[in-house]
């Protein structure tokens, strides 16, 4: 959706290698998610943010970490502690926690 | 945790039949949202329904939330090409605090 850039559209990791996903909203929205998707599957939420500077965990935060030091950036570490990360991640903004999400394009994230 | 499941997970259908996916939740929800993923896309919010019992229409696509609100379902009336892609479900059981838990999707297959 329009306001919503995830860069790059393409990763690739290396073996013990910690690699940052870019997700930056020009919405004014105060709420931010990521997500991952596995092939055929839905979607499982990684972290989100209500506000600046506060972030919470979602069901399946090992392995990842968030900051959210502005309103329009929320970037994902991918670190080496998270043993499979190929997947396709997908940011998304909503103006509050329970208002609609307009998502990104997505980061399809890969492994060398 | 909550859960929402959601059948069937693929659906084949000939260009022109109808179409019904359904949501189950294991918790009440507040609210539940629905959106489309096409190939290759990213999800693209279509509705969101609050109310117990409430039906909403959107040209041949008919959004029900039940009574109890902790199901949900998703009826597209003859159906086009154009419909292919996944259909998620979202719901929220907390007061907008929470992220949403998405449902896998059912898959639209349309046979011209």
């Known amino acids: 959706d329009g306001g919503i850039t995830q860069s790059p559209k393409y990763l690739f990791r290396k073996e013990g290698q910690n690699v940052t996903l870019s997700c930056e909203q020009n919405?004014?929205?105060?709420?931010m998610y990521w997500y991952r998707q596995d092939p055929g599957q839905g979607l499982r939420l990684i972290y989100y943010?209500?506000?600046?500077?506060?972030?919470q965990k979602g069901d399946i935060a090992e392995g990842y970490s968030v900051s959210r030091e502005k309103k329009e950036s929320f970037p994902l570490t991918v670190t080496s502690a998270q043993k499979n990360p190929t997947a396709f991640y997908l940011c998304?903004?909503?103006?509050?926690?329970?208002?609609?999400?307009?998502f990104g394009d997505g980061t399809r994230l890969s492994i060398l | 945790g909550q859960q929402v499941m959601q059948i069937p997970q693929y659906q084949h259908v000939q260009e022109g039949e109808d179409f019904t996916t359904y949501c189950n939740s294991s918790t009440t929800l507040s609210n539940i949202q629905w959106y489309k993923q096409r190939p290759g896309g990213h999800p693209v919010f279509l509705i969101q329904l609050v109310k117990s019992g409430e039906v909403k229409k959107q040209k041949r696509l008919t959004f029900q939330f039940g009574e109890a609100k902790k199901n949900s379902s998703l009826h597209i009336t003859a159906t086009q090409t154009t419909d292919v892609g996944t259909y998620f479900c979202?719901?929220?059981?907390?007061?907008?605090?929470?992220?949403?838990?998405f449902g896998k999707g059912t898959h639209l297959i349309i046979q011209p």
């Open positions: 943010s209500q506000i600046v500077n506060d972030f």
């Open positions: 979202a719901g929220r059981s907390g007061g907008g605090a929470d992220g949403l838990t």
């Open positions: 919405l004014n929205h105060d709420a």
């Open positions: 998304a903004s909503s103006s509050t926690g329970d208002q609609p999400q307009h």
